[in-house]
C-alpha cells in the first residue's frame, strides 16, 4: 500500500471508531431506560430535533446541511494542510461524530441521543456529540499550543 493512502487510512481511524461505536449505541440503546448508576448516569433513549442543547431544534434540513460542511471542511483541513498530531486526531474526531449524527438525521429526521448524566441535569448526548466536544476542545489546544500540527507542507 502506498505511503500516503496508509496516512490517510491513520487519520480517518479515530473518527470511523466514534461512527461505528455512536450506530452501534444507537441501534442496542434506541429504545431504552436504565439507570447505570442510579442518580448518577442511564441510558435513556431521547429523539432530538436539533443540535447541542436544543438548539435550532425542528431544523433538520439546516442541520442536515450544516453536518455535510463539517465533515467536507474536516476531510479537506485534512487533506489540504497534512495535519499531524492533535490537528489530526481532532480533526477525525469532529467528522466521525459529525457524520454520524447526519446519518440520523438523514434517514430518521432526528438524532437519537441516549447518555444521561443524571447528578447534573445535562442534556441527554451520544457518543457522535462527544467525538464532536472532545475533538472540538483538541482543536482548540492544538491551535492554540502546537501550531506546527497545522503545516502545510
Same mark, same amino acid.
Given at each position: $500500500?502506498?505511503?500516503?493512502?496508509?496516512? $490517510?487510512?491513520?487519520?480517518?481511524? !479515530?473518527?470511523?471508531f466514534i461512527f461505528v461505536l455512536d450506530r452501534l449505541f444507537k441501534i442496542w440503546f434506541?429504545?431504552?431506560?436504565?439507570?447505570?448508576? !442510579?442518580?448518577?448516569?442511564?441510558?435513556? +433513549?431521547?429523539?432530538?430535533?436539533?443540535?447541542? $442543547?436544543?438548539?435550532? +431544534?425542528?431544523?433538520?434540513?439546516?442541520?442536515?446541511?450544516? +453536518?455535510?460542511?463539517?465533515?467536507?471542511?474536516?476531510?479537506?483541513?485534512?487533506?489540504?494542510?497534512?495535519?499531524?498530531?492533535?490537528?489530526?486526531?481532532?480533526?477525525?474526531?469532529?467528522?466521525?461524530?459529525?457524520?454520524?449524527?447526519?446519518?440520523?438525521?438523514?434517514?430518521?429526521?432526528?438524532?437519537?441521543? $441516549?447518555?444521561?448524566v443524571e447528578c447534573i441535569r445535562f442534556y441527554i448526548f451520544n457518543v457522535a456529540d462527544i467525538g464532536v466536544v472532545?475533538?472540538?476542545?483538541?482543536?482548540?489546544?492544538?491551535?492554540?499550543?502546537? !501550531?506546527?500540527?497545522? +503545516?502545510?507542507?
Amino acid at each position: $500500500m502506498k505511503k500516503k493512502a496508509k496516512e $490517510m487510512i491513520m487519520w480517518l481511524v !479515530p473518527g470511523i471508531f466514534i461512527f461505528v461505536l455512536d450506530r452501534l449505541f444507537k441501534i442496542w440503546f434506541r429504545d431504552v431506560d436504565i439507570a447505570l448508576i !442510579p442518580g448518577v448516569l442511564a441510558l435513556r +433513549s431521547a429523539k432530538n430535533t436539533g443540535m447541542a $442543547m436544543g438548539l435550532f +431544534s425542528g431544523n433538520a434540513a439546516l442541520l442536515l446541511v450544516a +453536518s455535510v460542511v463539517v465533515v467536507a471542511l474536516c476531510l479537506f483541513l485534512l487533506r489540504k494542510y497534512r495535519v499531524s498530531g492533535l490537528a489530526r486526531l481532532s480533526l477525525s474526531l469532529i467528522a466521525g461524530g459529525a457524520l454520524g449524527n447526519m446519518v440520523d438525521r438523514l434517514f430518521l429526521g432526528y438524532v437519537i441521543d $441516549m447518555i444521561d448524566v443524571e447528578c447534573i441535569r445535562f442534556y441527554i448526548f451520544n457518543v457522535a456529540d462527544i467525538g464532536v466536544v472532545c475533538g472540538a476542545i483538541l482543536c482548540g489546544v492544538s491551535l492554540l499550543f502546537r !501550531p506546527e500540527d497545522w +503545516s502545510n507542507k
